[in-house]
């Protein structure tokens, strides 16, 4: 708890205590009439509690007045409380300020609290490096180690910047960038992303990114610039709140003044039911609330590893229709097994499989990381060089000054090679040599454990299409299709053609209903970018996904998509419950003010009872 809030909560404890003295001294105190005034003695006790309860707030709304904030709550509160008390009902002034004042403690606790706990989620930001120059470790910013340099991670320390590991072996905890609780071993060689926090061995780690393109820094731009993206139910209050509160305040005018003047009297009664209406003219429960549970939404959507980028993917992905998956990195592993190398007349296994790797050795597409794997020896770079991949198609390069290929049956139709057209399962990566067939490899992708579950998923959140797309034959396509109970399949696309497919499920869809696309950023950027919600299998530390993509899986699983879905409808549950409970109680109360019927107890609930039950609601958003 702040300072600050300390203070004022004794503070109005104390104002409590005076108050409670001036409600006893008030049941002895004589009293003196005036006309139609009473007078009290205890007037001056009750005048001294409210000082001290509610001196601040008359000293902001003069403030603020001088600034131009004419409607301002503390305004509001402040006429209302002065007007009961020149109406004779001084109790009931310092006890609605009491109320409101120990509603906006409560409110600013809750608030503090949760935005704390949020903030504690992505508390990843790395406070120093250890980097190793001339033999010692030194302690320098993050932002200033170079690429190349090697740091020191000692144990219990966050990993200050992506790289490698150079030295050492040690295990991961990835929590705080995926929800993953498991921790990850890694040994020399393997890449290690900034944020995890290193828990058991001593890491070097050799830089391979400055920290503005870091894993962490990216991440942390993404969650603080997530709620600069306003959801529409954050703009639908933005507006109400304009108009509502001009509006009571204008009722409240004419109800103190016009019906005292049609009856001719009456003035106090009107007065007080007027007052009543500008205690309840606040609309905070409805603003301090409503964005409170998107960012509630978007906090418990990244403790569980899904980054969304603002409360208006959160909110559409409740609206969400149609889903449509690339299979490659998405559904299935991305980690391509070979499973059998069939040479052409004249060439051998071992000519084929390394003429493979060579030509996939630059590129970072799954098929050609897994070929260079399968290979295992060593890449010598300088046997290689004019690489040219074609998205959808494979590779074309020279190799020991020989024009090799490397990609499907088109890559070879498009360069006029004659080659096979083999009957089994699985993708094919065919490879020639000087316009000469060498022959294939077989190789086989595994789906993901939890994909079958994600499409589950998608059924039960009611999606109306579940489709998949991918480049990949379509023999390979259906059978895993028929796996995971997918019913749309389209295979053999081009990424131009990817769009197309996209565009044409956008048109077939209903007007509210949205498009979400899940892929991995591997030669599907432009339909994440064109679909109205782009998903992309973040994976750790894929950058061009994490820029394209609207919401980003941490852990690469696609059941976590089905996860967003239910957060996305259960936070946008609550604002649907706050904005009808909130705007439900003003506006009862409204009426049974104006009626006479509700006292001011009843519209200081219906500001600061609200708003306190609507944020205490509001914070199950981040559960
Ligand atoms: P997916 O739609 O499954 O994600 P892509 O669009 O990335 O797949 O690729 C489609 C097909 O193009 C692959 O199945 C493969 O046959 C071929 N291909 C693409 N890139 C390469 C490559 N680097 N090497 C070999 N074949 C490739
Ligand atoms: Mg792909």
Redesign the pocket.
């Known amino acids: 708890m702040s300072k600050k809030l300390k203070r004022r909560i004794k503070r109005v404890g104390a104002g409590a205590a005076v108050y409670l003295a001036a409600v006893l001294s008030s049941r002895f105190a004589p009293y003196w009439e005036f006309g139609s005034w009473n007078i009290s003695a205890s007037l001056g006790v009750f005048l001294a509690a409210y000082v001290i309860i509610g001196g601040d707030v008359v000293k902001k709304a003069v403030k603020n007045i001088g600034q131009g904030q004419i409607f301002d709550e503390n305004f509001l509160m402040t006429i209302a409380t002065a007007g009961a008390f020149f109406v004779g009902e001084y109790a009931e002034a310092v006890a609605v300020m009491l109320f409101y004042q120990v509603g906006e403690c409560f409110q600013s606790y809750a608030v503090n609290r949760s935005r704390k706990s949020i903030a504690d989620l992505m508390d990843i930001r790395p406070d120093y490096a250890n980097v190793i120059r001339d033999g010692t470790a030194v302690e320098v910013g993050p932002e200033e180690v170079e690429i190349g340099e090697t740091i020191l991670v000692k144990p219990g320390e966050r990993i200050p910047l992506d790289g490698k590991v150079v030295k050492g072996t040690s295990s991961l905890d990835t929590m705080a960038l995926t929800g993953e609780s498991l921790p990850r071993d890694v040994a020399e060689g393997e890449d290690v992303i900034s944020g995890c926090v290193n828990l058991s061995g001593v890491l070097e780690v050799q830089v391979s990114k400055g920290f503005g393109e870091s894993t962490v820094a990216k991440i942390l731009d993404l969650v603080e610039n997530a709620g600069s993206k306003k959801s529409e139910a954050e703009h639908f209050i933005t507006k109400f709140a304009r108009y509502y509160t001009p509006v009571v305040v204008g009722l409240a005018a004419l109800l103190a003044l016009v019906p005292p003047l049609v009856t001719g009297g009456g003035w106090a009664d009107w007065i007080y039911r007027a007052l009543s209406f500008l205690v309840i003219s606040c609309p905070c429960a409805l603003v301090i609330s409503i964005p409170l549970s998107f960012f509630g939404g978007l906090g418990g959507a990244s403790r569980a590893g899904i980054l969304i980028k603002g409360s208006n993917y959160l909110e559409a992905l409740a609206d969400a229709e149609m889903i449509v998956m ?5 559904l ?1 592993k ?1 980690v391509f097994g070979v499973r059998k190398i069939v040479p052409a007349e004249g060439s051998t296994e071992e000519e084929v499989l390394e003429t ?1 790797a060579y ?2 050795s630059f ?1 970072n ?4 990381k897994s ?1 260079v794997r399968a290979y295992g020896k060593e890449i010598d770079d300088s046997r290689i060089k004019d690489v040219e ?7 074309c390069a020279v190799l020991d000054g020989q024009r090799v290929l ?6 070879m139709k498009s360069r006029n090679v004659e080659g096979k057209s083999p009957e089994e399962a699985g ?3 065919h490879v020639a040599k000087e316009q000469k067939y060498l022959g294939y490899i077989v190789i086989a992708d595994e789906i993901k454990e939890d994909a079958k579950t994600a499409v589950d998923g998608f059924k039960a959140a009611g999606m109306k299409n579940i489709v998949m ?5 379509k023999k ?2 259906d059978s895993i299709a028929g796996e995971l109970g997918i019913t749309e399949v389209y295979a ?4 131009g053609d ?1 769009v197309e497919q996209v565009e044409k499920l956008l048109a077939s869809k209903s007007e509210k209903g949205k498009l979400v696309f899940v ?2 950023g ?3 950027a432009p339909v994440l970018a064109r679909a109205d919600i782009g998903v992309a299998m973040g994976g750790l530390g894929s950058d061009a996904a994490i820029e394209a993509a609207d919401v980003v899986i941490m852990t690469d699983e696609p059941s976590k998509i089905a996860k967003a879905m239910q957060i996305s409808q259960k936070t946008l549950g609550i604002v649907k419950q706050n904005i009808v409970f909130a705007i439900g109680v003003k506006v009862l109360v409204l009426l049974l003010a104006a009626l006479g019927a509700a006292s001011m107890w009843a519209a200081v609930f219906a500001d600061v009872g609200v708003a306190v039950i609507a944020i205490l609601n509001a914070m199950r958003a981040m559960k």
């Open positions: 690339d299979k490659t990195g998405t299935t991305g493979a030509a996939e590129s597409h799954p098929i050609s070929l991949e074609t998205a959808g198609h494979g590779i490397a990609g499907n049956d088109k890559l993708t094919i990566v797309l991918t480049g990949d034959r390979t396509a053999e696309l081009l990424p990817k892929g991995d591997i030669n599907d």
